[in-house]
């Protein structure tokens, strides 16, 4: 066999191998989405949008309280994550590019971003909710959930904001200081302007991000039967009424267990949907 002959076969083997290895990983990801949508509209009605949990083995029941704790807790975190992320980005890729103290940011910032969500969890239950009784500062509440997402968005929006800022043409940024306009305003009107598309991406994947996390939740809020909107008490939330449905032997919670992750899975697929046609018409820009 020539080495011609002998290179092409060996590239044949190893793209059949490639070919093989993402059919196998799509194939599991399409069993997964198959189950999930097959249990998941079976129990899909009003009443999942309309009713709070429901007990054990009971008639009817939904997960209003869930959605609604999900929704709060999380608008809450993006809120608080999103211009600290924006900020911190904006100083790495605008004033403090070529810094020492950049370096360690982004050093730092890559640690949060792989770090294990439990660990986030683990530490927000450290700080906020371990210190005793009478020195506790917020307890398990909905406020400790949604700082628990915070630490989780802020990384994302930070890496992606940078990462786009720094996208941007110096030519652009030149010429706006050419005409003499100060520092915060070619940032704020051309910087931002240009790179606007990514900064949403950035935003709406920490959300798909956070939204769907339960590790961090189990330690600061827990959950709640009831509809609540007291942030500084246990508040129910999509994650945790998904996980402790899913663990126990009643059809009724089981059920609801499916739908509640259909509802989330849905909600993500369509924040990654939106990402990724935001991102591709920037490209083509």
Not at 6 to 29: K, V, Y
Request: a positive charge; hydrophobic letters at 50%.
């Amino acid at each position: 066999m020539s080495i011609y002959q002998s290179r092409r076969l060996t590239n044949q083997i190893m793209t059949f191998l490639c070919w093989a290895a993402a059919a196998f990983g799509l194939a599991w990801l399409a069993l997964i989405l198959i189950t999930l949508f097959w249990n998941g509209f079976a129990g899909l009605n009003l009443n999942v949008f309309t009713q709070d949990t429901p007990g054990p083995n009971t008639e009817g029941g939904g997960l209003r309280n869930a959605i609604v704790g999900s929704l709060i807790m999380t608008a809450i975190g993006v809120g608080v994550g999103t211009p600290i992320g924006i900020l911190a980005g904006t100083y790495m890729a605008e004033y403090g590019r070529y810094s020492r103290l950049t370096f360690y940011i982004r050093f730092v910032n890559d640690i949060l971003l792989s770090a294990p969500s439990i660990v986030i969890g683990l530490f927000i239950y450290a700080a906020l909710i371990t210190e005793g009784v009478e020195h506790r500062i917020v307890g398990y509440s909905a406020i400790a959930g949604a700082l628990a997402l915070a630490v989780i968005v802020i990384p994302v929006v930070v890496r992606t904001t940078e990462d786009m800022l720094l996208l941007v043409p110096n030519p652009l940024r030149e010429a706006a200081a050419a005409l003499g306009l100060p520092r915060s305003h070619v940032v704020a009107k051309i910087a931002y302007k240009a790179a606007r598309a990514g900064l949403i991406t950035g935003v709406l994947l920490a959300i798909a991000r956070a939204s769907g996390e339960t590790a961090p939740l189990l330690f600061t809020v827990q959950s709640d039967q009831f509809f609540s909107l007291d942030l500084t008490k246990q508040m129910a939330n999509l994650p945790v009424v998904i996980n402790n449905f899913a663990g126990k032997g009643y059809a009724n919670w089981q059920q609801l267990a499916w739908t509640g992750a259909l509802i989330i899975t849905l909600a993500v697929l369509t924040l990654s949907i939106t990402a990724r046609t935001l991102s591709v018409q920037r490209k083509q820009k």
